[in-house]
């Protein structure tokens, strides 16, 4: 079973910044496309960002220039810089991983909160 552990979360102010990591229990070379998707309160799961194994990435036009994925292969990690926060940013992000045989798994979230 793979874990996908995130952290990284937190309140931050609008405008502010935030690093979000998520650590998996094995290579990320296994990993087909892993990303992060955010789901707010009476919302539905949304893509934030995705990386592929060639490190192709692909961002949701609300993050689109505000906030940038990528990854450690020697740390078996993924992380999501976030820049330029807004309210509306305020959610609970979530890591996904992908792997070649098409199993996917998720990690348990970790809360964004943007408020002054």
């Known amino acids: 079973q793979v874990q996908l552990v995130e952290s990284g979360g937190g309140l931050v102010q609008p405008g502010g910044s935030l690093r979000l990591s998520c650590a998996a229990s094995r290579s990320i070379f296994s990993f087909f496309v892993m990303g992060w998707y955010r789901q707010a309160p009476g919302k539905q799961r949304e893509l934030v960002a995705t990386i592929t194994n060639n490190d192709m990435t692909n961002y949701a036009d609300s993050v689109k220039g505000r906030f940038t994925i990528s990854r450690d292969k020697s740390k078996n990690t993924i992380y999501l810089q976030m820049t330029s926060l807004k309210p509306e940013d305020t959610a609970v992000y979530y890591c996904?991983?992908?792997?070649?045989?098409?199993?996917?798994?998720w990690g348990q979230g970790t809360q964004v909160t943007v408020s002054s």
């Open positions: 996904k991983a992908a792997e070649w045989g098409g199993d996917n798994y």
